[in-house]
Every structure is written in C-alpha cells, then in structure tokens.
C-alpha cells in the first residue's frame, strides 16, 4: 500500500512582489526621513569646519548677550516644528498606499524633485537658524581647549585668550555704559546715565561690577562659586567697599593690561568718600599712575600729594 505525498503548493508570486513592493516604500521613507533630518545640520557643520579656530581670534565670537538662550532655543524649536510635521506628512504618504502607488508608476524618477524638493530646500535653508546654536556649541569647545592648553598654535591661543577679554571688557562696558574702541579696548566715551565711581549703592559705595563666564561647563555650575559677603551688595552685581577700615584687605591678582590699576583707583575714590585718609605705596613707581590718582583724589575735593622715592642705597 503506498500513500501518496500531497504536493506544497508553491508560494504565490503575488506575496514576494508584495514583500519587495513594502520593502521599496519603507527603505525610500527612511531614505527620506534621514535626508529631511540631516539637511538642516549641514549649513551649520560646514560653517565650523570651514571657520576651525581662526574665527575664535574675533572677539565678536566671544560676545554672548542675554537674549542669546531665545534665539538658540527659538531656532531648535523652529526646526523641530518642521521636521515634526513632515515626519506626520510622509508617515500619511506611506499608510495611505500613496507611497506605493507612486514607486509603482512609470516614470517615477521624475518626480521626485517636484514632490520633495521644495521640502529639501526649506531643510536645508532652516540651517540657518541652528547656526546660533552651533556657534555655542563652538565656543564650549574652542573654551574648554584653550583653558587645557590643546590649541596645537601658541600664538593663536593667545589671540584667542585676547579676543575672549576683548569681549568681556565690551560685555562689562556695556552694563556700564561706556564705549569702547574695537580694536584696541581703550575707552572712547560714555552714554548717558553711565555708571562711574564710587556708585551709591544704599548706604556703600561700590567700585566695580561683578562677572560671570558666559561659556561654562556643566561642572562650573556646580562649581563653590560663594562671594565675599562684605565685599558684595546682596543682588552679586555690585562690588562694594566694606563700611570699616579694617575689613578693606583684598589681593588682586591679573594679568598685564587687565585693568588691576583702574579697579584700585575706583577702590582709593571709594575710600576717600568715606573719609578715610589714604596712602598709596607703589613699588613699580609709575608717575603717569601718581598723577593720575592725584588728580582723582583732587577732583573728588581732596588733596593730595605725590612724595618723592626713598633711595634706599647709596
């Protein structure tokens, strides 16, 4: 007795093109999503790449304003609004069968640039509005290789290092009403309503503001950034001058050209408001700086007097 094997009908030639015809249709969609992803990241890539470091020798790169964070974050949302919508638009496309109907027709090739290039060109041009965002980014990078000392150029690290006190200096004139010269730093005149020394601040005077860095870590903001209390007014702007003589010690330390003299100068005028005879030792023995505090001290309706240097050897 034999018994016959039942032969497998094979499969249908219906289910492979079927198969094959989804496959096509995802693979263009996530061809598509990715390309509608990474356009608006290439104007911004290629603008750090071809600006490198040099574009940190500027002191307008270091210059951050308030308002920064709402562009930054306007310009992500921006963009994220548009990739969301057409996200939702190709997923319609390929749920509703569109997707395969149009790969399924002859000539399908030519129209792909009317169906999605004017989507590919909005892409591309909302670059434009991560550039903010990339140029913050850079300035954390370019920060953080400066102050460990990676930048392979010495003498670009320290035109950067110059651009970035160029930039504070403006950012503090700014607050305080004063006009800068670009190039050189040097005071060119003031706005009305500038604030000069000593400034009233309740019943103290104060001689210089308060600064913060404007590109910071994550771990600076963790960082113990506690303030002398009798040397700030409760809001951190100010820096004040202690009410009593025998609190007024402080070392200050910075480099050449920092304006360690200006801030001292601000100091003896706060003093000297107070009613406190002041004695100025200077051991580097300036005479500009003499006249200067001089001519301070008697325009603040005091007098004053330059001695003449002990010659300590013969």
Sequence with gaps: MSVEQAAVPPAPAETDALSDALEAVLAAAL??????VALPLLIPVIAVRVAGESIATKAVFWRVWPWQWIINTAGILLVTILLTIEALLLTQWVSTGAAAAFLAS???MGQVWPMFGPWLV??????????????????????????????????????IETARKRAADASTAARIGIR?????????????????VPHRVADREAFGFTTR?????LADRFHDARQVRDWVDPTGRFVLMPNASSAARALIIAESGSGKTVLINGLVLCALSYGWPVFVIDAKGDPADATAMVGLAQAAGRTATVAEPVKWFV
Excluded at 31 to 36: C, K, N, Q, R
Excluded at 183 to 193: F, L, P
């Design 106 to 108: 002859d000539g399908w």
């Design 213 to 217: 860095s404007t590109v910071t870590s």
């Design 180 to 196: 800068l010269d670009p190039a050189t730093g040097r005071i060119t005149g003031v706005h009305d309503g500038a604030v000069t």
């Design 122 to 159: 909005a892409n591309l041009c909302a670059g434009v509005l991560l550039l903010p965002v990339a140029w913050s980014i850079r300035r954390r990078q370019i920060a953080d290789r400066v102050r460990t000392r990676r930048v392979s150029d010495v003498l670009r690290q320290e035109r």
């Design 31 to 36: 061809i598509a999503l990715v390309g509608l």
